[in-house]
T-cell receptor
Framework: KNEVEQSPQNLTAQEGEFITINCSYSVGISALHWLQQHPGGGIVSLFMLSSGKKKHGRLIATINIQEKHSSLHITASHPRDSAVYICAVGGSEKLVFGKGTKLTVNP | NAGVTQTPKFQVLKTGQSMTLQCAQDMNHEYMSWYRQDPGMGLRLIHYSVGAGITDQGEVPNGYNVSRSTTEDFPLRLLSAAPSQTSVYFC????????????FGPGTRLTVT
């Protein structure tokens, strides 16, 4: 069983829709990261959280430590949000990554 | 600040050749790490370092060596390239480890024929 599971694997939405990507993990963590990777591009950190909720613009990330679950929400999605979104959980010295969720937002 | 830089961007090797992927950061970060990204596999940790002179193995270390003689540089050496090492390689850094924001380099696409 993978330590980090993301769902869905692929997601197609229409511009303006509300998007939710989920991440479940099975190990104790010190922090959870949400990352974004555009096609052919590098990897950018969106959020790092260890409790509660964070918001940057149209992106919101939440984490429930007791349930070992995090969600990434995108409000009013836009075609430029099309990317792979990656969840990673951090222990004391290592990060473990989910396989990513490929999001396509159509105009 | 340049952030995290990686060279080369692309490389083609023949089986059995050796090479070094370079990674440097100018943010005075203690923690540096190397990952490989393969289709359907997600990012997997190869080696990491928590400071100059200290390195440790990750999930997939076989066939790779690292050293950390300075805070800034963390090169990854392929000793004898194999087709199974065809992948995209990312270097990352952070202040002290997984509890901090991670900064990734642009990646190196390696093909071994």
């Amino acid at each position: 069983k993978n330590e980090v599971e993301q769902s869905p694997q692929n997601l197609t939405a229409q511009e303006g829709e509300f998007i939710t990507i989920n991440c479940s993990y099975s190990v104790g963590i010190s922090a959870l990261h949400w990352l974004q990777q555009h096609p052919g591009g590098g990897i950018v950190s969106l959020f790092m959280l260890s409790s509660g909720k964070k918001k940057h613009g149209r992106l919101i990330a939440t984490i429930n430590i007791q349930e070992k679950h995090s969600s990434l929400h995108i409000t009013a999605s836009h075609p430029r949000d099309s990317a792979v979104y990656i969840c990673a959980v951090g222990g004391s010295e290592k990060l473990v990554f989910g396989k990513g969720t490929k999001l396509t937002v159509n105009p | 600040n340049a952030g995290v830089t990686q060279t080369p961007k692309f490389q083609v090797l023949k089986t059995g050749q050796s090479m070094t992927l370079q990674c440097a950061q100018d943010m005075n970060h203690e923690y540096m790490s190397w990952y490989r990204q393969d289709p359907g596999m997600g990012l997997r940790l190869i080696h990491y370092s928590v400071g100059a002179g200290i390195t440790d193995q990750g999930e997939v270390p076989n066939g790779y060596n690292v050293s950390r003689s300075t805070t800034e540089d963390f090169p990854l050496r392929l000793l004898s390239a194999a087709p199974s090492q065809t992948s995209v390689y990312f270097c990352a850094s952070s202040w002290s480890g997984p509890r901090d924001e991670q900064y990734f380099g642009p990646g190196t696409r390696l093909t071994v024929t």
